[in-house]
């Protein structure tokens, strides 16, 4: 808890406003991860896939091969707008922020849309981040060759190489095109195994969503106190108070960002062996004769055996 | 004639029996000893250092002609792992015999034996001519003198 020590005597009213609003804004701190209220902030505005987006794309019909991967992200309420986060500016945590919110995130500040958002979403739906593993086997020497030919699929799909060794590839696909993708790299070889993994963070982007709701409105009631402040140590006092808002505003930006980069490009990772290659073994059609025991005693003794064995007569 | 006459004629008769047994006679190799008082074989002679040749004669029963003899005694010596170095050959003795002779090689704890065998077969007897032992050994003149020992069987 923190205290805040402010100088008395001087212009009471403006005191009185200033300790209301910092009481306000302490409580508010401490509450920051809790859900809000119905009174003290406004409500919380949904995933973003269901805020700004319309439907999401209709998912790639699945192939022949008769594996189903999930339906595609995009059904579930993973962000698929018209401008995913590129991949060279997808905001990690410790990525550059983007200038303001990106255009699927509702804007908290206007709490009239995010209430009529909220009150029309029939369901919140689910932020999920995508993770599939395919293995496959090729012919001796085409192990490189595959590898390109998964990286050239992934960006002609729109997605980006993650990550090569020397027998694998890790790309990112957008998660609308997560079904597409895996059907096309199931034909680059013998698949010899496949899983697909699905990590729901819905909840922790919700809370996020809460936290940075009411950090905005804290920046702004405290926005609004240092506009009327009258001495220069209350002036300081609120805008120390402004930066550390700030900061934790970026830092839970970044983080929602991150979740929504991850949820909208999926991470496939591919690993190509080579085919063992199959020995023809000469199988003996004919088995040989079978030896027939005559029923001569002495047959058994001819050889090495007693031949050498001088000292037996 | 007395009572006695045949009492007495009978050890004679059976003196005379076991002397007709069968015999063999061979050329014994240089560097080779016969060995005494065999009961399995009709000869035996080894080297010093451990080659041997022998001669044993068995009842030719049941009756069967050189191919019969040459083939049971090859599956015999290939059922217990003996390797035959070429196909069988014939052979023929001064004394008039003709047999049959096949050159093998064995290997036991790691060590490589090599072993001769020739058949013979008379309307009676089915005479087998052995002759091995290590590799290392059957070598220089041995080989020849076991060869001209074969070809010198002589039966009765």
């Not at chain 2, 009492?7 to 190799?29: D, E, I, S, Y």
């Not at chain 2, 009961?39 to 035996?44: A, H, I, L």
């Amino acid at each position: 808890m923190r205290t805040l020590h402010l100088p008395s005597g001087r212009c009471p009213r403006a005191l009185a406003t200033l300790a209301f609003y910092l009481a306000s804004l302490l409580a508010t701190g401490c509450s920051a991860a809790m859900p809000p209220s119905a009174s003290a902030a406004p409500p919380s505005p949904p995933p973003p896939s269901m805020a700004a987006d319309g439907p999401p794309p209709a998912p790639a019909a699945a192939s022949g091969s008769g594996y189903a991967p999930p339906s595609a992200p995009s059904e579930r309420g993973a962000p698929t707008g018209p401008a995913p986060v590129a991949p060279g500016n997808a905001a990690g945590p410790r990525g550059a922020p983007s200038k303001g919110p990106p255009a699927t995130t509702p804007r908290p500040t206007d709490k009239a849309s995010a209430t009529a958002a909220s009150a029309t979403a029939p369901a919140v739906a689910p932020l999920l981040i995508y993770t599939g593993d395919l293995s496959v086997q090729v012919e001796d020497g085409e192990v490189a060759l595959t590898l390109d030919k998964v990286v050239e699929l992934a960006e002609s799909l729109g997605g980006y190489l993650a990550g090569r060794k020397d027998t694998s590839v890790q790309v990112r696909v957008p998660s609308a095109r997560f079904r597409d993708a895996f059907s096309h790299l199931e034909k680059l070889g013998e698949v010899m195994h496949r899983s697909v993994t699905a990590d729901d963070v819905s909840e922790q982007y919700s809370d996020l969503e809460v936290r940075l709701t009411n950090l905005r409105a804290t920046r702004q009631r405290l926005q609004e106190l240092l506009a009327r402040a009258g001495g220069i140590p209350d002036v300081l006092q609120v805008e120390r108070e402004l930066e550390r808002v700030a900061a934790e505003i970026e830092q839970i930006e970044g983080k929602m960002r991150f979740l929504r980069s991850r949820a909208a490009f999926s991470l496939l990772t591919v690993n190509v062996a080579v085919r063992p290659r199959t020995v023809a073994k000469v199988v003996e059609t004919t088995p040989p004769p079978v030896q027939v025991d005559l029923p001569i005693d002495w047959l058994s003794r001819i050889g090495l055996g007693r031949l050498l064995n001088l000292r037996d007569r | 004639m007395t009572m006695k006459t045949p009492m007495l004629w009978a050890p004679l008769l059976l003196l005379a029996c076991a002397a007709c047994g069968p015999r063999a006679t061979v050329q014994t190799p240089s560097g080779f000893a016969e060995l005494e008082d065999q009961q399995e074989y009709v000869y035996r002679a080894a080297t010093a250092d451990g080659v041997a040749l022998s001669v044993r004669a068995e009842k030719n029963q049941p009756h069967g002609n050189l191919d019969f003899w040459a083939l049971a005694l090859d599956g015999q010596l290939r059922r217990v792992g003996y390797a035959p170095e070429g196909p069988a050959a014939e052979v023929h003795t001064q004394s008039g015999l003709s047999g049959r002779e096949t050159r093998y090689t064995r290997v036991e704890n790691g060590r490589k034996y090599r072993f001769w065998l020739a058949v013979f077969v008379t309307e009676r007897r089915v005479w087998v001519v052995e002759a091995g032992g290590d590799e290392e050994r059957v070598k220089g003149a041995v080989p020849a003198g076991i060869q001209k020992a074969i070809e010198s069987l002589t039966v009765g």
